[in-house]
């Protein structure tokens, strides 16, 4: 059974910093390309940030995080992280951690809340 779990979110004032984690289970993590997406209420879920499988290649941002937020995985563990710098108030969101394969089968977590006050 595939199980993505994340953790780390939380309540900061705006220009704080988070770091959000993702455990995965049942897959053979190595071989997965990982990313992070948000939501908020009202609008559609979208792409923050991806890391190929073998994190040797390019990571991508969203327009919105680059330069305040950096993707990174550690194999050994089957964990993703995110860290999130200068938080702002519009990055408030459920964040959901994100595994696909090679042959774009995807697989999510159940999202972690983020939210900065202004």
């Known amino acids: 059974q595939v199980q993505l779990v994340e953790s780390g979110g939380g309540s900061v004032q705006a220009g704080g910093s988070l770091r959000l984690s993702c455990a995965a289970s049942?897959?053979?993590?190595?071989?997965?390309?990982m990313g992070w997406y948000r939501q908020s209420p009202g609008k559609r879920r979208e792409l923050v940030a991806t890391?190929?499988?073998?994190?040797?290649?390019?990571?991508d941002y969203a327009d919105s995080v680059k330069g305040r937020f950096i993707i990174s995985r550690d194999n050994t563990k089957n964990t993703v992280y995110l860290q999130m710098n200068s938080l702002k108030s519009e990055d408030t969101a459920v964040y959901y951690c994100?595994?696909?394969?090679?042959?774009?089968?995807?697989?999510w977590g159940r999202g972690t809340q983020v939210t900065v006050s202004s």
């Open positions: 994100n595994a696909e394969s090679r042959w774009r089968t995807h697989f």
């Open positions: 049942g897959i053979n993590f190595s071989n997965y390309v």
């Open positions: 890391i190929p499988s073998d994190s040797s290649g390019n990571t």
